[in-house]
């Protein structure tokens, strides 16, 4: 089985790579485009019988660090 | 006095560090990320700058799960003192001993130079040696030295006088100017600057010096 993890910044952090992306969107003709921010997905290969709660475990311990960021998980 | 530095895949400021303790008097051993205890007897433990494990998924991240630092979490919370500069800092942050995170900085640019810091607070081991208020010359040399953290918790920082250093002229973006902190107990001290390239006079300044200088006083004597 797989998951899935998708780790942000929280609001209210700044992500000084999202904007310099916003930047270039706009430098490059594409208007319009309010704001960016970046963030990570990390995809776990994981043995059978693995819970969403073991990998929310992972998100906590490592995979996020919650001071700046949050993460939300999908098993598939 | 007795300091340990640990040595991570990918430190590069360890030996520098080991340098200015002993300048300062101290008996220095070197740990490797795997050993799991630290030398007996050892006063503080200094979480060198560099890159460890290739600032792979973040800054200090990996590294704060490696078995050294497990050792030295316990000797923090035994109350002993831990030093933690740049990518030591970030380590620190990781493993929760010191609260906030470092990220990247607001200009995007990896930043090499010496930068003017403000003493905040002489109240601790590692600045007595300086006067609050004194403004000394310290290289920097990172890309997430862009301190955060929330409102309480800058709040509480400010108002417990754990701030201990802050930039005269914010290189990146930190929140309210933060350069360094202190634990709760003072004797956990992580900073982004790097006061063991300022602690010689071939390094061009010596500003550094005192730092090292008033923590082996403090625990020579304690």
Redesign the interface.
Known sequence: MKARVHVM?KNG??D??GE?VRHALGAIGFDGVNGVRQGKVIELDLAEGSTEADVNAMCE???A?T??ESYTVEMS | MRAAVVVFPGSNCDRDLAVAFEAAGCQVDMVWHKDSDLPQGVDIVGVPGGFSYGDYLRCGAIAAQSPIVKSVKAHAERGGYVLGICNGFQVLTETGLLPGALLRNAGLKYICKTVGLRVETSQSAYTEGYNAGDVIDIPIAHHDGNYFADADTLARLQGEDRVAFTYTDNPNGAQADIAGILSENRRVLGMMPHPERAADAGHGGTDGQALFRALAGALTTA
Do not use: E, R
């Open positions: 910044l952090v700044l000084p790579q310099a311990k490592l995979l660090n001071v700046i």
